[in-house]
């Protein structure tokens, strides 16, 4: 399967053939001998070959991608500053360039330590990348940037958390108790100093973590023994599934929302049954109450709806200018 697009070229506009890899799998010979047959042709009636390039995203890449994030975490930490809300989308490239580097942005809740021995005590960061520590108000500091690192190279290597609770018990249940987890199928290809790198910064112990110097110096980073498998198969298709999944959850909420409204116009026809039809003067200023709980309820489960289908709004963005970038490199 494949199909073209309109692009902007060098010299003007192009036509680019993207040729799905799922589409010719045991049959590569056959396209790379077409692209041999183009290169030699030079006719005026005959399609004009210009170059061609292959998306691919490996370990390697991985590698030097977190190196460079982690430089920045290690500046940050000798100048005793929590970033405090580490994620990928906190990343971003300088330019559209294919080696352009990555800056870290967001220092919205970053802090600065007073003394190196200060600990923090809110709550901060994104659910998923914050460190049990911070979900436990424990106190904290430098070593919740560590734990995020982790989760985003854990990610960043197979397409999802590592962590797959919606909640804050469970989630922390999770992070505590659950080693992690590195299923075969995507992780078969990603050499074995990758998954200690990440297991040497997903450690519920803090002080067990370790430091930004001791990340940076793991061979991983150097990318000897990082391999060149090419990770994006199965980023493409987890990332498929879980825009499902979270197709699925909006209409849950949706449902969920529906049922609340027909509640609080109708208590009677509701499942709470004989209980919500019980009537006396007490019972309808408690009614009054559920109504006035219901609607706050029903403006959560709104917001997180919302909340829900931007995200899937940004990714299927992202993915677009992904693959506008790659036909403009063409």
């Not at 010299?11 to 049959?27: E, F, H, Q, R």
């Not at 209409?251 to 116009?265: F, P, V, Y």
């Not at 219901?294 to 299927?316: D, N, P, T, Y």
Request: aromatic share 6%; charged share 30%.
């Amino acid at each position: 399967m494949s199909f073209v697009r309109e692009a902007d070229g060098p010299t003007g506009k192009v036509a680019v053939k993207i040729i799905l890899k799922k589409s010719v799998k045991g049959n590569e010979k056959m396209v790379h001998d077409e692209l041999d047959m183009l290169q030699r042709l030079r006719h005026p009636h005959i399609v004009k070959f210009v170059d061609w390039f292959e998306s691919r995203f490996t370990e390697k890449d991985a590698s030097q991608t977190i190196k460079q994030v982690m430089s920045a975490v290690d500046y940050l930490h000798d100048n005793d500053v929590v970033h405090r809300d580490l994620k990928p989308e906190n990343l971003l490239y300088v330019t559209r360039e294919p080696d352009s580097n990555l800056i870290l942005a967001d220092f919205g809740i970053a802090k600065t330590l007073d003394r190196k021995e200060e600990t923090l005590k809110t709550m901060a960061g994104s659910f998923g990348y914050a460190a049990p520590e911070v979900m436990e108000q424990k106190g904290h500091g430098k070593p919740v940037d560590m734990w995020s690192m982790g989760v985003i190279t854990y990610t960043l290597l197979c397409g999802y958390s590592p962590f797959r609770s919606e909640n804050l018990r469970d989630l922390l249940r999770e992070c505590t108790a659950a080693p992690v987890p590195f299923h075969e199928r995507y992780w078969k290809d990603v050499s074995q100093d990758a998954k200690d790198f990440i297991l040497g910064l997903i450690v519920p112990e803090p002080e067990k973590r370790w430091t930004s110097k001791e990340a940076l110096g793991h061979i991983w980073l150097s990318g000897k023994n990082a391999t060149d498998h090419n990770l994006l198969p199965e980023l493409a298709a987890h990332r498929r599934r879980a825009r499902l999944r979270r197709a699925v959850e909006i209409i849950k909420l949706q449902n969920r929302i529906q049922k609340l409204k027909e509640h609080e116009e109708d208590p009677a026809d509701s499942d709470m049954g004989d209980a919500a039809s019980t009537t006396s003067s007490a019972g309808a200023g408690e009614n009054k109450g559920d109504g006035s709980r219901l609607r706050v309820l029903g403006e959560f489960a709104v917001l997180e709806a919302k909340q829900k289908q931007e995200s899937l709004q940004v990714e299927e963005e992202l993915e677009k200018e992904s693959r506008r970038r790659s036909l403009g490199n063409a």
